[in-house]
């Protein structure tokens, strides 16, 4: 299988999850790096995926799995910009 690179300019980190957007509805969400390379969604490392905040107006969803436990998504601020 072929590592993925963060999809941020500049960024050559390998890629730790991925991030898909709903623009009707203004939220994003960001989970785990999907098995499989989507062409609508992007890929980001763990450093940007950590600092990725929405748009004004826009939710953030973060889906998570912690020691096998898969955890609901967490609203986050909307306050902000993407990093």
């Known amino acids: 299988m072929r590592e993925r690179h963060c999809s941020k300019a ?3 980190r390998p890629s730790a999850y991925s991030l898909t957007y709903d623009y009707a509805g203004c939220s994003m969400a960001i989970g ?4 499989v390379a989507d ?28 020691g096998g436990v898969d955890l609901l998504p967490a609203e986050e601020s909307d306050a902000g910009v993407t990093g």
């Open 10 to 12: 500049m960024c050559g």
């Open 32 to 35: 785990p790096l999907s098995p």
């Open 39 to 66: 062409p609508n969604s992007y890929d980001l490392c763990a450093f940007h995926g950590d600092k990725m905040r929405p748009p004004t107006g826009w939710q953030l969803f973060r889906h998570a799995i912690l």
